[in-house]
T-cell receptor
Framework: DGGITQSPKYLFRKEGQNVTLSCEQN?????MYWYRQDPGQGLRLIYY???????QKGDIAEGYSVSREKKESFPLTVTSAQKNPTAFYLC???????????FGSGTQLSVL | AQKVTQAQTEISVVEKEDVTLDCVYE???????LFWYKQPPSGELVFLIR??????QNEISGRYSWNFQKSTSSFNFTITASQVVDSAVYFC?????????????FGKGTHLIIQP
């Protein structure tokens, strides 16, 4: 079955450490997105990519980095510059600009 | 500025009651898309509906119905005869301006609790 796989489900980060969240899709979608969700808040866009080897900053990109070397993969790195990284991270993709977003099951990141 | 407002932070009803979740949006686009998503405790957002701004017909799908009113910029969601399995956080979303290449604008969500 086609879908979006995020791993790990839970992740812990130590002070000064970079951590990478994985997002893989087998839907052949060109567009992929990373959102951050904080308790009681909506989803805020971190980065998005419309095509391989190209990506754009979203509303809250500071302290994060991404790559898009393959169509099916869009990993997100939370760098040590992100001072408040504890949140639920959701990856999404879609077939076209006016299509619905499909989401992965998310990664909960916490700080040790 | 584009915005989606879900004024109800949390709603609690007893099973079998009807419940309506409100969504009000702001956009300067004349063509746009509205969405509803459900987020159960597992965390994944599940797509429920997409509505084109040109189509103001109400939609019904089983116990779910949606009322889109362009005049009041509202896209409300009603669950009839609610069930415990409907307990979740529900998000309303709007396509971003200019074609929406950068995803959707989400409201803050409404936490719906259905008590048995």
């Amino acid at each position: 079955d086609g879908g979006i796989t995020q791993s790990p489900k839970y992740l812990f980060r130590k002070e000064g450490q970079n951590v990478t969240l994985s997002c893989e899709q087998n839907l052949n979608h060109d567009a992929m997105y990373w959102y951050r969700q904080d308790p009681g808040q909506g989803l805020r866009l971190i980065y998005y990519s419309q095509i391989v080897n190209d990506f754009q900053k979203g509303d809250i990109a500071e302290g994060y980095s991404v790559s898009r070397e393959k169509k099916e993969s869009f990993p997100l790195t939370v760098t040590s510059a992100q001072k408040n990284p504890t949140a639920f991270y959701l990856c999404a993709s879609r077939r076209g600009l006016r299509e619905k977003l499909l989401f992965g099951s998310g990664t909960q990141l916490s700080v040790l | 500025a584009q915005k989606v407002t879900q004024a109800q932070t949390e709603i609690s009803v007893v099973e079998k009651e009807d419940v309506t979740l409100d969504c009000v949006y702001e956009t300067r686009d004349t063509t746009y898309y509205l969405f509803w998503y459900k987020q159960p405790p597992s965390g994944e957002l599940v797509f429920l509906i997409r509505r084109n701004s040109f189509d103001e017909q109400n939609e019904i799908s089983g116990r779910y119905s949606w009322n889109f009113q362009k005049s009041t910029s509202s896209f409300n969601f009603t669950i009839t005869a609610s069930q415990v399995v409907d307990s979740a956080v529900y998000f309303c979303a709007l396509s971003k301006p200019g074609g929406g290449a950068d995803g959707l604008t989400f409201g803050k969500g409404t936490h719906l609790i259905i008590q048995p």
